[in-house]
T-cell receptor, first 116, second 112 residues
Framework: DAEITQSPRHKITETGRQVTLACHQT?????MFWYRQDLGHGLRLIHY???????NKGEVSDGYSVSRSNTEDLPLTLESAASSQTSVYFC???????????????FGPGTRLTVL | GENVEQHPSTLSVQEGDSAVIKCTYS??????FPWYKQELGKRPQLIID?????GEKKDQRIAVTLNKTAKHFSLHITETQPEDSAVYFC???????????FGKGTHLIIQP
């Protein structure tokens, strides 16, 4: 069955280290998204991509980067991890909908990241 | 950009009663409004969505209404059951197409 996966599911790192979170989907969706979820803030958009080699900044993109070299993967990199980046990270994917940009988004299982 | 406000943050109802969660949005060009349910430690799961050309949509015990003039939309759950206990998020797709903007969530508690 087609699905969306994230790895690792849990990660503990130290301040200043570079961290990469993986997201892989087998639906062949063009659109992929990264969100972070924090208590009291809901889900906030970090970066998104509407196709190979396309990347865009979301609401909370500072300190994060993404690259899209194929349809299936959108890895999220924290260049120099900070304690403020301790969070649960969700990846999502969708096909372009009636709006032409995005439609129903399906979420991965999440990665819990702790920065000490 | 889009801004979505969601109320209440916590809602407690008796099993069998109805629950209503309300959201407002700021971008009049927004055209897609999904609702997600998230159980503790799990991923958000889409439960229902509505587009701007429709005023109401139902799926069994769940319904969503949209008032474009007032820029608000609501989730209605009837005959609530214990398994409805979760956090519910509304979202809107703004006219600028910068991905979904989510409300901060409503913790729905079903009292036995």
């Amino acid at each position: 069955d087609a699905e969306i996966t994230q790895s690792p599911r849990h990660k503990i790192t130290e301040t200043g280290r570079q961290v990469t979170l993986a997201c892989h989907q087998t639906w062949n969706h063009n659109n992929m998204f990264w969100y972070r979820q924090d208590l009291g803030h809901g889900l906030r958009l970090i970066h998104y991509s509407y196709g190979v080699h396309d990347t865009n900044k979301g609401e909370v993109s500072d300190g994060y980067s993404v690259s899209r070299s194929n349809t299936e993967d959108l890895p999220l990199t924290l260049e120099s991890a900070a304690s403020s980046q301790t969070s649960v990270y969700f990846c999502a994917s969708s096909e372009p909908g009636l709006a032409g940009y995005t439609d129903t988004q399906y979420f991965g299982p999440g990665t819990r990241l702790t920065v000490l | 950009g889009e801004n979505v406000e969601q109320h209440p943050s916590t809602l407690s109802v008796q099993e069998g009663d109805s629950a209503v969660i309300k959201c407002t949005y700021s971008d009049s060009a927004s055209n897609y409004f999904p609702w997600y349910k998230q159980e503790l430690g799990k991923r958000p799961q889409l439960i229902i969505d509505i587009r701007s050309n429709v005023g109401e949509k139902k799926d069994q015990r769940i319904a969503v209404t949209l008032n474009k003039t007032a820029k608000h939309f609501s989730l209605h759950i009837t005959e609530t059951q214990p398994e409805d206990s979760a956090v519910y998020f509304c979202a809107a797709l703004g006219g600028g197409a910068d991905g979904l903007t989510f409300g901060k969530g409503t913790h729905l508690i079903i009292q036995p």
